[in-house]
């Protein structure tokens, strides 16, 4: 059997071709989960913008959710690590697909393997204006407040705060390219075997002695994908890069 992992996928994001597409490659790789896979772990960003209100939530999404939830109903273990753009998750996830959810980072063994893996917004210690700002958008008063608002307008104001974030990753990501291979070197001489990472939208695999880090990339233009079966790690993708 095989992990899989993917991130950076931003559902709602683009147009509606781009949309179709990102379905279509979604559905494609869970397919061939569903051949080899006993666990796929969503490492981040699958949706540009997820909030949930006590009974009220995206129905945007549905096809890719009810993709995700026949994963499950096969038997295959599905963990969801959030990222930036949906760290707001409430209990939907956990309670009504049977996701296990984990916030910043998980850490696990697979076929005898160390894994570390985190989506990675705000490993930079360069990235100081997203520190702030991550502490603004995970303040609990702060999502109590937000939660106030009508829902249609909250979803309306969130989709244009998650599109500025967005380009504003794309222009900082790549020079913090360096400052995310030494957290994943730190990590691997800290006894991990592999360590994990999005959020770059930058396919990364690099060999240290001490062991692997690669980072997903993402499913907009790279739809690029880690595999781990019979302790080798891929990254692999489903169009050429």
Known sequence: ???????????????????IEKQNKIAELF?????????????????????????????????VLYMIYELILK????????????????????????????????????????????????????????????KVFRNKLCIWLYRQLPPDFAFSLAKRISGSSREYNARQDHPFKLDYENYAEKKLQDGYDIVTIGHLHLPVFKEFKSGTYVNSGDFINHFSYVKIKNNKIELKYLVES
């Open 75 to 134: 038997g295959i273990k599905v963990d969801y690590i959030s990222g930036n753009h949906d760290f707001w998750m409430h209990d939907f996830f956990s309670s009504q697909i049977k996701i296990d959810v984990h916030q910043d980072y998980l850490d696990l063994k697979y076929e005898n393997q160390k894994l570390h893996l985190i989506h990675g917004d705000g490993l930079s210690p360069s990235d100081k204006g997203y520190h702030f700002l991550k």
């Open 1 to 19: 059997m095989a992990l899989y992992i993917f991130s950076d996928v931003h559902l709602g994001s683009g147009p509606p071709e781009k949309e």
């Open 31 to 63: 397919a061939m989960i569903k051949e080899d896979g006993d666990r796929l772990i969503i490492l981040g960003d699958l949706f540009d913008f997820w909030f949930e209100y006590k009974h009220v939530m995206p129905k945007d999404q549905f096809p």
